[in-house]
């Protein structure tokens, strides 16, 4: 993955303190990481970096919808997502980010690349089991949720074919019972 130039924070000219950064994130970003899950996404990133000393501190902040296909009807939904994500950059003889919260950068380096990061929070703001909000009250009108109703097992039809068994069967059960 090549380093997106808007996503790189140089921060060797930020003086010690707080800094915020925005961005607006559509589907032209995650095409850059060969992601086709969405049909479209409008996410706001709020990024708060507080500058001291010998260290960093970021916190990653994410609001927005991404349009998506439900799991069960194939329908597309704009799913609203948040999420937020705290980061420490700290200085090292090697880059190392083998830990989750605590990234370190080697001495002498002028930039930090946040794509990576604002990727991850976001794909992982969209829920595993994707639902249409009109699949969970009812009010999506589909051909598939039609099928699905029809081939159910709590469906009417199914129970008449139970009901029409042959009338010796109830026979055996009556001995079950009459113990």
Not at 16 to 26: A, C, L, R, S, T
Not at 37 to 60: A, G, I, P, R, Y
Not at 103 to 108: A, E, F, Q, T, V
Not at 151 to 171: H, Q
Request: charged share 35%.
């Amino acid at each position: 993955m090549k380093h997106l130039k808007e996503f790189a924070i140089p921060f060797v000219g930020l003086k010690e303190g707080k800094h915020h950064f925005d961005y607006k994130i559509d589907n032209t970003f995650f095409d850059s990481f060969d992601y086709d899950e969405f049909n479209s996404s409008d996410v706001l990133v709020d990024l708060t970096l507080e500058k001291k000393s010998t260290l960093m501190e970021l916190h990653f902040g994410i609001k927005g919808t991404v349009n998506i296909n439900c799991d069960i009807t194939n329908e597309p939904f704009n799913q609203a997502i948040s999420n937020e994500f705290d980061l420490v950059v700290k200085f090292g003889e090697e880059y190392n980010d083998e830990h989750d919260e605590i990234l370190i950068l080697p001495h002498g380096e002028y930039e930090l690349h946040i794509e990576q990061y604002c990727y991850e929070l976001i794909v992982l703001a969209v829920p595993t089991k994707r639902i249409h909000p009109g699949v969970e009250d009812g009010s999506l009108d589909s051909e598939i949720l039609d099928k699905l109703k029809e081939l159910s097992p709590d469906n009417k039809e199914n129970k008449k074919e139970n009901e029409d068994i042959d009338p010796r069967w109830n026979t055996l059960k009556k001995l079950l019972t009459d113990k």
